[in-house]
């Protein structure tokens, strides 16, 4: 698998990272433990999960993990601090305090006693912004993050933030894909001109560009459960149906499945430096992991662009 720079940094990631915010929920320590040799295998590299995942047991089935499926040194890991969530909300805390705590807490749980990245998962309009990068700040200083960035932040935000930071931030995390390309508007031109790298969660429009959703919602996936459905719904509309049915024809066309036309557009785009695969089962990842992941034809990517650009 291509290992990619992460902005204008000396760190390193592989193409696709493995996410595990289902991991210690719908993906059991089983299956997890055979997603991680699989992603191992085929060259994989970097691994993504956050404190509010599974309040914590994310992080605490990878650091299961460590030492027997791989080495620490094999991998780069990283983890996100300032969220939490409590009953199905979400609870936004990026005080110095908060996270600080909130990322000793992570290495405990991973075992280990630094991360590669860590993120400040998201814009909290309640603390000052200098308080929240002097966390980020101490845990550079301190050696506990190899390096930091920023979750989830508005373009405006990502700037101002490595304006003003008197520290390299090198990343930041966003959704983007086909079905979600609001991070050009402002986004992807602050990323770059900051010299960052964008690692993009939701890169298969949370499974909606794979096609499982044509002409029904399959009763093993997140659209049929209860409590996921509200993450899918958003993308089942009449409007990225459209998408999905370009990306498909585009897939037939390419002798390629949908898949695989999804990320490639995705890792060709400004500023991407890896896409976050959130793969649940081990069918799903291998499915990713046999993708081709090369350039579409630019007549290709013209044409997927003009159906799902933003109204």
Same mark, same amino acid.
């Given at each position: 698998?291509?290992?990619?720079?992460? #902005?204008?940094?000396? !760190?390193? /990631?592989?193409?696709?990272?493995?996410?595990?915010?289902?991991? %210690?929920?719908?993906?059991?320590?089983?299956?997890?433990?055979?997603?991680?040799?699989?992603?191992?295998?085929?060259?994989?590299?970097?691994?993504? $999960?956050?404190?509010?995942?599974?309040?914590g047991r994310s992080e605490a089935m990878i650091g299961s993990l460590l030492g027997d499926v791989v080495s620490r040194t094999e991998i780069s890991i990283s983890?996100?601090?300032?969220? $939490?969530?409590?009953? #199905?909300?979400?609870?936004?805390?990026? @005080?110095?305090?908060?996270?600080?705590?909130?990322?000793?807490?992570?290495? %405990?749980?991973?075992?280990?006693?630094?991360?590669?990245?860590?993120?400040?998962?998201?814009?909290?309009?309640?603390?000052?912004?200098?308080?929240?990068?002097?966390? !980020?700040?101490?845990?550079?200083?301190? #050696?506990?993050?190899?390096?930091?960035?920023?979750?989830?932040?508005?373009?405006?935000? $990502?700037?101002k933030a490595a304006a003003v930071a008197g520290f390299p931030l090198v990343a930041a995390q966003a959704e983007y894909s086909l079905l979600q390309r609001k991070?050009?508007?402002?986004?992807?031109?602050? /990323?770059?001109?900051?010299?960052?790298?964008?690692?993009?969660?939701?890169?298969?429009?949370?499974?909606?560009?794979?096609?499982?959703?044509?002409?029904?919602?399959?009763?093993?996936?997140?659209?049929?459960?209860?409590?996921?459905?509200?993450?899918?719904?958003?993308?089942?509309?009449?409007?990225? @149906?459209?998408?999905?049915?370009?990306?498909?024809?585009?897939?037939?066309?390419?002798?390629?499945?949908?898949?695989?036309?999804?990320?490639?557009?995705?890792?060709?785009?400004?500023?991407?430096?890896?896409?976050?695969? #959130?793969?649940?089962?081990?069918?799903?990842?291998?499915?990713?992991?046999? @993708?081709?992941?090369?350039?579409?034809?630019?007549?290709?990517?013209?044409?997927?662009?003009? /159906?799902?650009?933003?109204?």
């Open positions: 698998m291509q290992q990619r720079y992460v #902005g204008n940094s000396g !760190l390193r /990631v592989s193409a696709l990272t493995l996410g595990t915010m289902s991991w %210690a929920g719908e993906t059991d320590e089983q299956d997890a433990t055979e997603l991680l040799r699989t992603f191992l295998n085929a060259g994989g590299k970097h691994i993504d $999960t956050a404190a509010s995942y599974a309040d983890t996100k601090a300032g969220m $939490t969530t409590s009953d #199905g909300r979400r609870t936004v805390d990026t @005080s110095r305090s908060a996270m600080l705590s909130g990322l000793d807490a992570s290495l %405990a749980r991973l075992g280990t006693d630094y991360v590669d990245v860590w993120f400040a998962q998201a814009w909290d309009g309640n603390v000052p912004l200098d308080e929240t990068l002097s966390a !980020l700040e101490f845990a550079l200083r301190s #050696g506990r993050a190899r390096y930091v960035g920023v979750s989830n932040f508005s373009g405006w935000q $990502t700037a991070p050009e508007v402002e986004l992807i031109p602050a /990323v770059e001109d900051a010299g960052l790298g964008l690692m993009a969660w939701g890169p298969l429009g949370r499974g909606v560009l794979t096609g499982k959703y044509r002409g029904n919602i399959p009763a093993d996936s997140r659209g049929a459960n209860v409590v996921l459905a509200p993450y899918v719904e958003p993308y089942l509309s009449q409007q990225p @149906s459209r998408v999905v049915e370009a990306v498909a024809m585009a897939g037939k066309g390419l002798g390629r499945t949908s898949l695989d036309v999804s990320l490639s557009w995705l890792l060709s785009q400004h500023g991407v430096a890896t896409a976050i695969v #959130g793969a649940r089962t081990p069918v799903q990842l291998k499915e990713i992991l046999d @993708s081709q992941l090369t350039p579409l034809p630019p007549e290709i990517s013209r044409a997927l662009e003009d /159906v799902s650009e933003p109204s």
